[in-house]
Nanobody, 121 residues
Framework: QVQLVESGGGLVQPGGSLRLSCAAS????????MGWYRQAPGKQRELVAT???????EYADSVKGRFTISRDKAKNTVYLAMNSLEPEDTAVYSC???????????????WGQGTQVTVSS
């Protein structure tokens, strides 16, 4: 069984910074892609950023230049550094990883439980 545990959310003032972490544990064979998604109240979930196994990254236009995604393969962890936060960034942020386990042998999508990020003065 695989578990994803997130941390780092909270309340921050506009212009502030936060760093989210998401660590995977369990019978992991390998992890291909990792990413962060967010869902604001009344809106659909949207992609924030992804990082592939080779380190290639992709960002939503709304966060380019402000957010940075990174991964630590040894720790099965993905990070999201968020700078210059805006009220529009307020949402529940969830991590997603494509993980192959000892049982599946091929990657399947696993989600974290979500962490609230609130940007407000």
């Amino acid at each position: 069984q695989v578990q994803l545990v997130e941390s780092g959310g909270g309340l921050v003032q506009p212009g502030g910074s936060l760093r989210l972490s998401c660590a995977a544990s369990g019978s992991i064979l390998y992890i291909s892609s990792m990413g962060w998604y967010r869902q604001a109240p009344g809106k659909q979930r949207e992609l924030v950023a992804t990082v592939g196994s080779s380190g290639n990254t992709e960002y939503a236009d709304s966060v380019k230049g402000r957010f940075t995604i990174s991964r630590d393969k040894a720790k099965n962890t993905v990070y999201l550094a968020m700078n210059s936060l805006e009220p529009e960034d307020t949402a529940v942020y969830s991590c997603k990883m494509a993980i192959a386990t000892m049982t599946t042998q091929y990657p399947y999508a696993y989600w974290g439980q979500g962490t609230q990020v609130t940007v407000s003065s």
